[in-house]
Nanobody, 129 residues
Framework: QVQLVESGGGLVQPGGSLRLSCAASGFTLEDYTMTWFRQAPGKEREGVSCIISSDGTTYYADSVKGRFTISRDNAKNTVYLQMNSLEPADTGDYYC??????????????????????WGQGTQVTVSS
């Protein structure tokens, strides 16, 4: 059974850090492009960061560049999102997603939720003083 389970969310003050984890089961994570999405209340789901399956190339939304880092541990079948210098605008539910879409095309469309095969249930991040 394919499953993605996120963890690591919580309440943090502005300027703080969190590390999110996404543990995969039922499939081999390194065969999939993995992306973190987030959704704030009343807003559309947006792509935050992506790591390409074939070569590990990473992509980031402009709003998180220089603050967030995506990584994966193939041995643990887990992908991570290290979030530093958190801002109130980073508040939302964070989801990891897995895609087998051709990487050549996914490099230009990684932010599109319809390109993903599997989704986790989400973990909540609240940045507030």
């Amino acid at each position: 059974q394919v499953q993605l389970v996120e963890s690591g969310g919580g309440l943090v003050q502005p300027g703080g850090s969190l590390r999110l984890s996404c543990a995969a089961s039922g499939f081999t994570l390194e065969d999939y492009t993995m992306t973190w999405f987030r959704q704030a209340p009343g807003k559309e789901r947006e792509g935050v960061s992506c790591i390409i399956s074939s070569d590990g190339t990473t992509y980031y939304a402009d709003s998180v560049k220089g603050r967030f880092t995506i990584s994966r541990d193939n041995a643990k079948n887990t992908v991570y999102l290290q979030m530093n210098s958190l801002e109130p605008a980073d508040t939302g539910d964070y989801y990891c997603a897995a895609s087998r879409f051709p990487t050549l095309l996914l490099r230009r469309s990684w932010k599109r939720p319809d390109k993903y095969d599997y989704w986790g249930q989400g973990t909540q991040v609240t940045v507030s003083s």
